[in-house]
């Protein structure tokens, strides 16, 4: 999630994998502090995903997600399963188009000659204009640029659901997203309140 200039919160640490507490997305200009960070089994072809968030759910800012995998798997893979979920889950809806069946092909395609060896990661930068962009990172860094950009709002917002929405894979992230922010809140209220007093004057 977009933030200021610093992160009242400190880095997370998920099953070896370091969270830091501010990042500058793939092809983006503003500096996200960590929300939350959660892992979740998702078993594809007997493979298991660890799925980690850096974001919210819902509102018009730009989120980021990391998606950081535990074991090996190929991009092909990846990008079939969440495909298939996708389109599934819009037609159920009823609100399944051809549009967003040509974003799950460019969505499969950015994928198409990926792999992904342990530790490697997947990143999603949600804009507020409904674009997504995708990158990649091997090594932990964090790219300048995206791989690959698709105009879907639908599709854009399937990704983060499917984390942490109602039903999404992630309780950990969820859970981790309730604690930071209500330390957030805490921390505000308690500025305000210092503020307050600072500038209310007793007389007697």
């Not at 500096?31 to 078993?43: P, Q, S």
């Not at 889950?89 to 974003?103: H, I, M, N, P, S």
């Not at 969820?174 to 500038?199: G, M, P, W």
Request: glycine share 10%; charged share 20%.
């Amino acid at each position: 999630m977009s933030g200021g200039t610093g992160s009242p919160l400190p880095k997370l640490e998920v099953e070896g994998v370091v969270f830091p507490p501010m990042v500058t997305p793939p092809g983006s200009t503003k500096a996200h502090f960590l929300g939350g960070a959660g892992v979740r089994g998702l078993e594809i072809e007997g493979r298991i995903l660890a799925f980690f968030l850096k974001s919210m759910e819902a509102g018009p800012f730009e989120k980021f997600t990391r998606v950081t995998l535990l074991k090996p798997l190929t991009g092909q893979q990846y990008a079939e399963k969440v495909s298939e979920n996708c389109a599934a889950q819009w037609k159920a809806a009823g609100v399944y188009t051809e549009a967003d069946g040509a974003a799950l092909e460019q969505f499969k395609e950015a994928f198409r000659a990926e792999t992904f060896p342990p530790g490697s990661s997947i990143l999603f930068t949600h804009a507020p204009s409904d674009s997504l962009l995708i990158a990649f990172s091997k090594d932990g860094s964090m790219p300048e640029a995206g791989s690959a950009m698709i105009q879907n709002q639908p599709l854009s917002q399937a990704i983060l659901e499917s984390i942490i929405g109602e039903h999404g894979v992630s309780p950990g992230a969820k859970r981790s997203l309730a604690l930071r922010f209500s330390e957030l809140l805490k921390q505000h209220c308690e500025a305000e309140e210092t503020k307050l007093v600072n500038h209310v004057a007793v007389i007697v």
